[in-house]
């Protein structure tokens, strides 16, 4: 189960397992929209591409496309597959490295 600030809490019970096949099945969604974002962006950009070409092949204009929208494809990816959500153990491991080993505040 997760609280507001989207930190995994530790309890049993069916409503646990519930939460984390939700969770999951939010993970799938994200990888499946993922997918679908990369397919749009290259099929729209050769279109692009394939415009440029026909029309002279002069300045590359596509690359403004490419680039403004595969840096938000990038951050995408990043929150995709790299990004996870903070636990409680990523909460306890930030206080001792802040308090140290004391329970006093450095």
Known sequence: MT???G???ASGGPQ???SERE???RRL???RKFVGDLVG???INLFLVGVWWVTGAGYFWPGWVMAGWGVLLILDAWDTYVRRPITNE????ELR???GSGGEAR
């Open 90 to 93: 990523d909460i306890e491991r």
């Open 29 to 31: 969604q994200k990888k």
């Open 97 to 99: 490295h802040t308090t």
């Open 16 to 18: 646990s397992d519930e």
């Open 23 to 25: 969770q999951a099945r």
């Open 7 to 9: 930190t995994r809490q």
């Open 3 to 5: 609280d507001l600030l």
């Open 41 to 43: 962006y290259v099929v």
